[in-house]
C-alpha cells in the first residue's frame, strides 16, 4: 500500500492528510501528524475526500451545447479549438474586454497563475475570483494599513493569545481545526470573546459573548477605541514608532461616544466597558476575523477599525497577537498573490515600470502582452454580461449562479452569453444549466500543485490517483485553449505545473511574499513552509511558525502601519416598514461546503444534512406568527425577489433577525447588489425582508 501526503482543498486551514492507496484506490485517508497546521486532526470534510475518488467517470471528454439545445461530446483538441475561436471571434466581433473569466480560490496556484496568463496577460481579457465573495475586503485593508496584502500571524497563536476576540466569525463551524488550535490554548485564565449579532456556536463556546445588533460592528469598534484612549490604555512607544495618523484617529473617534454606542449596538454601557477593560488587561491580545465583517457595506473600514485596536495597543507581530482575518477558501490566499487580476504575479501594480519589466523579464515575453491594468471586479462583469458588453465567460471551479449575491442577475447573464465555458469537476452544477461548452476536469485527488493557506503556509498537492483516459486537470485545460489560441512562445516554460510553480517562485524575488528559497521537491512530504521565505535565507527561517512585522516594520513607505477610519455609514438598504426584519446568511454545519456541489455526494454528510433551504426565526417571532419548528415561510427581500424557507426556532438569533445558511440556492436569491465601496466584495448579511406563513 503506497502513502501520499497531500492537501485538502476545501478551506483555508489546508489541513495535510496521508492517503493510502491500493490499486488506484483510496483505502483510507489519515490527517498527516505532526503537520503543523492539524496535527493529526481534521474535519469531516477532509475525512470524506476520498468520496471523490469516483468523482469523474472515466473517459471524460468536453460538451459542446448544439443549435437545437442539446450537446455533443467532441475530443479534448475540438473543445480547445472551439473555445479558442469562439474567445478570438468575440474580441474581433466586440472588443478586447467582451470576454471575460471568472477562478476561484479553490484551484492551485498555479492553475490560475495559467489561467491569468492566457487570459489577462495574452487575451488582455477581465478575469476575476470568487475570492472577491469572501476576502477582498481584508486584502484591501492590508494593503492600505500595512502596505502589503499581508496578515502577520501563524496559526499558534491562538494558543499563545491571553485574549481571543472573534469579530464575524465562528470556527466552530466555518474553521474547525483553527477553533481546536483555540482549545489546545493552555495560557492561564485565558478568555474568548465573541462580537457577533448571533449566539453562534462559537459564541456558545465562549466565555464573553456581545450580541449586538447587524451591522452596528464599525459603530463599536470606534467605541471601544475611543474608551481606550480616554483611559490611556494605550502603547505609546508602538504608536509612535511604528504607525502614522493616530493623532487624526484619536480626534476622529471622540464622537462616537458611550451614548451613541449602546444606542446603535443595543449592548450596554457596562457591556461595553467590560470589553474595553477585557482588551486592556490581556498581555497578549489577538483579534480575529471573517466573514461576519468583509461581507459588508462598509468592511474595509470595519477591518481596519480591528487592525487599529491592535495597533494602538501594540497587538502586533508578537507571539498570540494579531489582527488577523481568516481566510475562507484553501487557495485564496494563493489567488490573491499569484492570479494575475488585481495585482501582477507576486505582487505589485500592473502600472509600475520596475514589476512589469521584471515580470516580462521571467515569463520570457514582451512587456506589451502583460495585462495593462487591474481587472474588472467581479460585479462589474455580470453588470457587463447583462448590458450586452461582455459576450464570453469562462468559469473555473465556482458556482455563481448559486453563490453570487443576488444570484438572479448571474441567471440571467447566463442566458446572455454567446460562450459561456464551465470547467468544473460536476456538470451538475446549478452555473452548468445554460453553458455553451462544458470542461470536465479531474477532482483534487488527481492533481498537482501548491496551495496557500491562511497564515501564509505553501503546502503541496500532489497527485493520489492515477487518471484514467481522456482525464485532463485544469491546469492541462487552460494550457490546451492556450496553445489552441496560438500563444506559441508565450507558453514556453509553462509546460507542466511544476515548471509554473518556477516562473512564479522568480516572480516573487523581492517581494514581500518571496517564495524563491521554496522548491517544488521541498513541499512534499514537508511542514510546508510560510512566506516570506527567499533564496538564501532559508536556515535563518527554518521555524514552523513565523509571523510578520516583529521588527515593528510594516510594507508602506515609511515603514509604518496607517490608522485608517471613516464615518459609520446608514446602510445603503435600511429596513422599511415594508421590510422589518434583516436576513444574516452564513454556514450551516461542518459538513456542507459552499453551494454543496462537492459535500452532496458526501454519504454521512447528506444524511444529516437539511435536504431543502431553511433559516433560523428567534422563538418569540415564532411564537407571535404561529409558526412551528420546519413550518415554511416565504421570505420577500428588498432586492425583489422571494423564496421559500422551512424555519428552525432558536433563541439564538435576535428578534428582528433571521439566519440563512448558504448552502441552498434560495439563500442569496435575496441578498442584494450592495459592494463595499473599496473592496467591491458584496453586503451579504444585512437583507431587509419580511416573511408569509405559507
Ligand atoms: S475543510 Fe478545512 S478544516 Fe476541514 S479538513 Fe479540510 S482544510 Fe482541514
Not at 483555540?182 to 466565555?207: C, F, L, W, Y
Not at 487624526?248 to 451614548?259: H, N
Not at 487518471?467 to 485544469?474: C, F, L, P, V, Y
Request: glycine content about 8%; aromatic content about 10%.
Amino acid at each position: 500500500m503506497k502513502k501520499i501526503q497531500s492537501t485538502c482543498n476545501y478551506c483555508a486551514i489546508d489541513c495535510n492528510l496521508d492517503f493510502y492507496v491500493e490499486d488506484n484506490r483510496v483505502v483510507k485517508a489519515v490527517p498527516t501528524k505532526g503537520y503543523p497546521v492539524n496535527d493529526g486532526f481534521c474535519c469531516i470534510k477532509g475525512l470524506s475526500l476520498d468520496k471523490q475518488q469516483k468523482t469523474v467517470k472515466p473517459n471524460s471528454l468536453p460538451k459542446i451545447r448544439q443549435e437545437d439545445g442539446s450537446f455533443r461530446t467532441v475530443s479534448w483538441e475540438e473543445g480547445f479549438k472551439h473555445v479558442a475561436d469562439k474567445l478570438k471571434e468575440l474580441q474581433e466581433k466586440y472588443g478586447q474586454e467582451s470576454v471575460a473569466g471568472i477562478s476561484t480560490g479553490q484551484l492551485t496556484l498555479e492553475e490560475f497563475a495559467i489561467f491569468g496568463h492566457v487570459m489577462r496577460n495574452f487575451l488582455q481579457a477581465n478575469v476575476d475570483g470568487n475570492t472577491r465573495l469572501c476576502m477582498a475586503t481584508a486584502v484591501v485593508a492590508h494593503k492600505q494599513s500595512y502596505g502589503f496584502d499581508a496578515p502577520g500571524y501563524t496559526l499558534q497563536d491562538l494558543e499563545l493569545s491571553d485574549t481571543i476576540i472573534f469579530i464575524g466569525s465562528n470556527p466552530v463551524v466555518a474553521h474547525p481545526i483553527l477553533w481546536g488550535r483555540v482549545r489546545q490554548n493552555q495560557v492561564p485564565g485565558h478568555k474568548v470573546i465573541v462580537i457577533d449579532p448571533r449566539k453562534s456556536e462559537t459564541a456558545m463556546n465562549a466565555d464573553y459573548w456581545y450580541g449586538l445588533k447587524w451591522r452596528s460592528d464599525l459603530l463599536l469598534l470606534y467605541a471601544v477605541a475611543n474608551q481606550l484612549i480616554e483611559k490611556d490604555y494605550l502603547d505609546h512607544e508602538f504608536i509612535q514608532e511604528h504607525t502614522e495618523k493616530f493623532q487624526e484617529f484619536r480626534d476622529f473617534v471622540k464622537d462616537y461616544t458611550l451614548e451613541r454606542a449602546t444606542e446603535g449596538t443595543g449592548l450596554s454601557r457596562e457591556q461595553i466597558l467590560e470589553l474595553v477593560e477585557l482588551i486592556h488587561q490581556g498581555k497578549r491580545v489577538s483579534f480575529w476575523w471573517t466573514m461576519g465583517v468583509n461581507q459588508g457595506y462598509e468592511a474595509v473600514r470595519t477591518a481596519q477599525a480591528i487592525i487599529n485596536l491592535a495597533l494602538m495597543t501594540g497587538n502586533i507581530g508578537k507571539p498570540g497577537t494579531g489582527a488577523n482575518s481568516i481566510t475562507g477558501q484553501c487557495n485564496a490566499m494563493g489567488s490573491r498573490a499569484y492570479s494575475n487580476t488585481a495585482v501582477f504575479y507576486g505582487g505589485g501594480d500592473f502600472a509600475n515600470p520596475a514589476r512589469r519589466e521584471r515580470i516580462a523579464q521571467v515569463l520570457g515575453v514582451d512587456e506589451e502582452m502583460l495585462a495593462k491594468k487591474p481587472t474588472k471586479t467581479y460585479n462589474q462583469i455580470i453588470e457587463g454580461i447583462n448590458a450586452g458588453e461582455i459576450k464570453g465567460l469562462w468559469i473555473l471551479c465556482t458556482n455563481p449562479r448559486h453563490s453570487w449575491v443576488n444570484n438572479e442577475t448571474f441567471a440571467s447573464a447566463a442566458k446572455k452569453l454567446e460562450l459561456f465555458v464551465v470547467q468544473d469537476i460536476y456538470d451538475s452544477i446549478e452555473s452548468a444549466e445554460d453553458c455553451t461548452v462544458f470542461f470536465p476536469v479531474v477532482p483534487g485527488l488527481k492533481k498537482e500543485g501548491t496551495y496557500i493557506n491562511l497564515e501564509r503556509r505553501l503546502s503541496a498537492m500532489r497527485p493520489v490517483l492515477a487518471r484514467g483516459e481522456n482525464e485532463i486537470s485544469d491546469y492541462e485545460a487552460v494550457l490546451g485553449v492556450g496553445k489552441a489560441l496560438g500563444m506559441g512562445d508565450a507558453l514556453k516554460g509553462w509546460e507542466t505545473p511544476r515548471d509554473c510553480f518556477n516562473l512564479m517562485r522568480e516572480c516573487s524575488r523581492n517581494m514581500p511574499c518571496d517564495i524563491t528559497g521554496i522548491t517544488w521537491e521541498a513541499l512534499e512530504n514537508s511542514h510546508g513552509i510560510q512566506w516570506p521565505y527567499p533564496e538564501g535565507r532559508e536556515e535563518e527561517l527554518s521555524g514552523d511558525q513565523r509571523r510578520l512585522y516583529e521588527d515593528g516594520n510594516f510594507f508602506t513607505p515609511s515603514k509604518k502601519a496607517q490608522f485608517l477610519f471613516e464615518e459609520v455609514r446608514e446602510n445603503p438598504l435600511p429596513r422599511t416598514e415594508e421590510f422589518p426584519y434583516v436576513l444574516n446568511t452564513g454556514r450551516g454545519s461542518v459538513g456542507q461546503w459552499h453551494t454543496q456541489s462537492r459535500t452532496r455526494e458526501v454519504k454521512f454528510v447528506e444524511d444529516v444534512s437539511v435536504k431543502k433551504a431553511y433559516l433560523y426565526m428567534n422563538t418569540d417571532l415564532a411564537r407571535e406568527n404561529q409558526i412551528q419548528e420546519m413550518d415554511e415561510i416565504k421570505v420577500f427581500s428588498a432586492n425583489g425577489q422571494s423564496a421559500v424557507f422551512a424555519v428552525k426556532v432558536t433563541d439564538h438569533v435576535q428578534y428582528e433577525e433571521l439566519y440563512a445558511p448558504i448552502h441552498y440556492i434560495e439563500c442569496n436569491k435575496l441578498t442584494p447588489s450592495i459592494y463595499d465601496p473599496y473592496s467591491k466584495e458584496p453586503s451579504y448579511k444585512a437583507t431587509p425582508v419580511r416573511f408569509s406563513k405559507g
